[in-house]
C-alpha cells in the first residue's frame, strides 16, 4: 500500500522527515497539497504569497514528477480532503512535518483523530523532528532578543540536514488543475516584477543561499543595512515556503566559516538574523493573537488617526519622502523590501502618519512574498514600540536623514523612484531642497512628476511625540 506525503509549508524534497520517512518504508509515494481555505489553523495567504504557492507547487510538482511521484492538488477542509485521498490511493501511511503553531498543531490532531478513527489500518508518521525552526518555540520563553538568542546559541547545532531519500513512484489519482486554483493574477497580471526577480521552489532556495555565500555575506554585518547594495541574503520568502531550512542554511554557513568564505563577524550577524525569526516565532507562540493585539497593553489607548487617503498615499509609494516612496514601490514591484527600509516605510505610517500598526502590517501581509505569520506581526509591533523589546516609541526614524546614511549616493531611489533620477546626490532625499534651476534640469516639478511631502517631518515628529505622551503614563 503507497505512502501519502502531506506537504504544507515545507515545500521540498531534502531535510524533509516526513518524505524521509514515508520513503524509508519502502512504499511507493504520493504527495499531496491540500488547499484549505477554511482559515483552520492558518492565516488566509495574502496575494503575492498566494503567487509565490502557486510557483513552489509547480516547483515541488516537477522535483516528484522525475522521481515519477505524483503531486496530488486537492481543495477543501483538510479532515475531509486526507480521508478521501487515503480511501482513493488505498495508502497504509500518511507522513507529514510537524508544523509550529499551537493552533496548526491542533488542526493536525483533528486530522491524526479522524484518520485513526475511520481508518484504522492506515498508520501515521507526523515525526518528532521540527525542521521549520532551530528551536522548539514552547521550550523557551524570551521577550528579550539578546538573552534569548543567547540562550539558544549555547544549545545550538541542529542535526545535519537530511538529503534526499530515494522515492518510488506511487499510483496517480484525480488531482485539481493548480490554474484553476486562481492562484495567480490574470486580468491585471500585476506579477511581472515579482516573476523578474525570483524563482520559487527548492532549486531557486538553493541558488539563492549559493550565490548570497559567493560574495554577498562579505561585509553582511555592516553592509546589511544598505538597500543600494546586494548583501542580504533574499532567502525570506524561500524560508517562508519551506523551500529550504533554517537548519540547512545554519550547516552551509558553517561550511562556509570552516573554509575561510566567510568572516566570523559576517556570519554570526547573519546566523543572529535567523534568531529574529526564531524570536518571532516565539512571540507568536506565547502570544497567538500578536497581529491584532498590542503586546503592551497601554498602546490600546493610543490615539491613532485613521486616514485613509494617507494611508493611500503611503501604499502607492506616494508621500513625497523619496526613501518612504521608493521602498513602498519596491514592495509593490518585486514583492519584497529591504529589512532597513521595511523599518523606515513602517515607523513613518505609524509615527509620521499615526496610521495604527495593523493597518501597515496587513498591507505587508498582503504584499509581501515572505508574508510571515510570525515574522511580520513581530516586527511591526517592534518598530511602533509597542511590541516585546521593542524600538522605544520616542525613536523616531528621520526618513531624509536615514535616506541619506543607507542610500548614500541615492541609487535605490533612483532604481524605484525613476522621475527623481535626474537631481543632484545633494537633493535626492529631498527633492524640495533642490534649486529651480536643479530642479528644471531634472524634469521634477513637486506635486506635479512627484509629490510635495505630506507631512513635514518636524511638525510629524512634534505630534507623534504629543500622542505618545498622552498613553505614556500607563506604563
Ligand atoms: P537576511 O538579512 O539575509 O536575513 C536572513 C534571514 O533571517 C531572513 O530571510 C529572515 O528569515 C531572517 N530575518 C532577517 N531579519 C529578520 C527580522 N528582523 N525578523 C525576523 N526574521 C528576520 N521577515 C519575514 O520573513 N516576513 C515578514 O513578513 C517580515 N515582515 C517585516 C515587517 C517589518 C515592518 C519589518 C521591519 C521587518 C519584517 N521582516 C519580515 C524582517 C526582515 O525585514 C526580513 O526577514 C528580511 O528583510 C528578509 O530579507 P533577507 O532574506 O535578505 O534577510
Known amino acids: 500500500a503507497p505512502a501519502v506525503v502531506w506537504f504544507r509549508f515545507d515545500l521540498r524534497l531534502s531535510d524533509n522527515p516526513a518524505l524521509t520517512a514515508a520513503a524509508n518504508s519502502g512504499r511507493p509515494l504520493v504527495g499531496l497539497y491540500v488547499l ?53 490511493t488505498g495508502a497504509g501511511l500518511i507522513a507529514w512535518n510537524p508544523r509550529p503553531m499551537p493552533a496548526e498543531q491542533a488542526a493536525d490532531d483533528s486530522v491524526r483523530d479522524i484518520v485513526a478513527a475511520a481508518l484504522p489500518h492506515v498508520a ?60 495567480e493574477p490574470t486580468a491585471p497580471d500585476w506579477a511581472g516584477g515579482l516573476r523578474d526577480t525570483w524563482t520559487p521552489g527548492e532549486a531557486g532556495a538553493a541558488s539563492r543561499l549559493a550565490s548570497f555565500l559567493d560574495g554577498g555575506i562579505e561585509g ?40 575561510g568564505r566567510a568572516a566570523t563577524a559576517d556570519a554570526e550577524k547573519f546566523l543572529s538574523e535567523l534568531g529574529w525569526r526564531e524570536f518571532a516565532y516565539n512571540l507568536l507562540h506565547h502570544h497567538p493573537d500578536i497581529a491584532a493585539a498590542n503586546l503592551q497593553a497601554r498602546f490600546d489607548a493610543f490615539p491613532w488617526q485613521p486616514d485613509d487617503a494617507l494611508l493611500r498615499a503611503w501604499q502607492r509609494g506616494a508621500t513625497g519622502y523619496p526613501i518612504v516612496d521608493a521602498g513602498m514601490r519596491q514592495l509593490w514591484r518585486t514583492g519584497w523590501m529591504h529589512n532597513r527600509v521595511r523599518m523606515v516605510v513602517a515607523s513613518f505610517l505609524v509615527k509620521h502618519l499615526l496610521q495604527d500598526w495593523r493597518a501597515g502590517e496587513a498591507w505587508f501581509w498582503d504584499t509581501l512574498v515572505d508574508a510571515d505569520p510570525a515574522s511580520n506581526p513581530a516586527s511591526w509591533q517592534w518598530v511602533a514600540g509597542c511590541g516585546a ?87
Open 220 to 259: 553582511y554585518a555592516t553592509l546589511r543595512d544598505r538597500p543600494d547594495l546586494a548583501h542580504v541574503s533574499m532567502l525570506s520568502p524561500h524560508l517562508r515556503f519551506g523551500e529550504i531550512t533554517p537548519g540547512q542554511v545554519w550547516h552551509t554557513v558553517q561550511m562556509a566559516l570552516a573554509s
Open 389 to 475: 523589546d521593542a524600538a522605544p516609541y520616542f525613536r523616531i526614524f528621520n526618513p531624509i536623514l536615514q535616506g541619506e546614511r543607507f542610500d548614500p549616493d541615492g541609487a535605490y531611489v533612483r532604481r524605484f523612484v525613476p522621475e527623481l533620477a535626474g537631481l543632484p546626490n545633494a537633493a535626492i532625499h529631498q527633492p524640495w531642497r533642490a534649486t529651480p534651476v536643479e530642479r528644471a534640469a531634472a524634469g521634477v516639478r513637486l506635486g506635479d512628476t512627484y509629490p510635495a511631502p505630506i507631512v513635514e517631518h518636524t511638525r510629524a515628529r512634534n505630534r507623534a511625540l504629543a500622542a505618545f505622551g498622552e498613553i505614556k503614563s500607563n506604563a
Open 124 to 183: 501515521i508518521a507526523d515525526g518528532q523532528r521540527r525542521t521549520c525552526l532551530l528551536h522548539d518555540p514552547a521550550a523557551v520563553r524570551g521577550r528579550v532578543f539578546t538573552p534569548f538568542w543567547k540562550t539558544l546559541t549555547a544549545k545550538l547545532a541542529p542535526p545535519p540536514p537530511l538529503p534526499v531519500p530515494r522515492l518510488r513512484a506511487g499510483p496517480r489519482i484525480d488531482s485539481d488543475r493548480l490554474a484553476d486554483w486562481r492562484l
Open 36 to 88: 484549505d481555505e477554511t482559515g483552520h489553523g492558518s492565516r488566509p495567504l495574502g496575494a503575492a504569497a498566494r503567487w509565490w504557492l502557486a510557483g513552489s507547487l509547480r516547483a515541488l510538482q516537477s522535483a516528484l514528477a522525475r522521481a515519477g511521484v505524483p503531486l496530488i492538488l486537492r481543495r477543501g477542509p483538510a479532515t475531509a480532503v486526507i480521508s478521501a485521498v487515503l480511501r482513493e
